[in-house]
């Protein structure tokens, strides 16, 4: 028991700084400005970049789907008047000559969409890391009453759970509040994450010595 104890602790320790490293080199550290970024400035990636919550991507994404619906309804009076041999040379001359209102609409959905997404795995990391305390405590108090193997059996994948929902599994595109939200998220609770098993590390030590031979006798 003492031998899976010890490589349970240092497979966790493992994960846990590897990835509380990952999170800060990302966070702080990283390089996210390109000297080639001047040559994309665009008004929607300015728009996006500088999102501070849902509502104001909304705001912009509201207009350019508007003009991108009032577009395919005049595809489609222009195309109902076409010829079959027509029909495809006017489909892509049409979506080239407004490429730029398309891509508009496009970008700006693509954004709210990653926004949703980073929200949903903020949401997701939180519960999901709670649901893995409560298996741990369960599990530490469990082996505090000798129940040595079924306490395993709850610590396990309570730490599992942890350290999995808060390991790196994001990119870095859209609104870089929302990515950055998620991110420190992520570090925080890979840190409380460490100190928990730190702790419950050193209390099984203190445990140890207590219910030992020698300290028995003493």
Do not use: C
Not at 11 to 37: F, G, M, N, W
Not at 174 to 193: A, C, M, Q, Y
């Amino acid at each position: 028991m003492r031998k899976l104890r010890i490589t349970l602790f240092v497979l966790a320790l493992l994960a846990l700084t590897t990835q509380a490293t990952r999170h800060v080199y990302v966070r702080y550290l990283e390089p996210r400005i390109s000297v080639l970024d001047k040559y994309d400035e665009t008004d929607v990636k300015k728009a996006i970049q500088s999102a501070t919550s849902l509502s104001d991507l909304l705001k912009e994404y509201g207009p350019a789907r508007k003009r991108v619906d009032q577009l395919e309804e005049e595809k489609k009076q222009e195309m109902a008047t076409k010829t079959r041999d027509e029909y495809f040379m006017f489909a892509k001359k049409w979506k080239e000559d407004h490429k730029k209102e398309y891509e508009q609409e496009y970008k700006l959905k693509q954004a709210i969409q990653d926004w949703e997404e980073k929200s949903k795995k903020i949401r997701e990391l939180r519960i999901f890391w709670l649901f893995g305390l409560v298996f741990f405590v369960a599990g530490a108090f469990m082996l505090t009453k000798g129940l040595e193997w079924l306490g395993i059996a709850f610590i396990i994948p309570g730490a599992v759970e942890m350290i999995w929902w808060t390991s790196p599994s994001f990119t870095f595109v859209g609104s870089p509040l929302e990515f950055d939200r998620l991110l420190i998220n992520k570090l925080v609770f890979t840190l409380v994450t460490l100190v928990l098993v730190i702790v419950a590390w050193f209390l099984s030590k203190s445990r140890e010595r207590k219910n030992s031979p020698t300290s028995r006798s003493s």
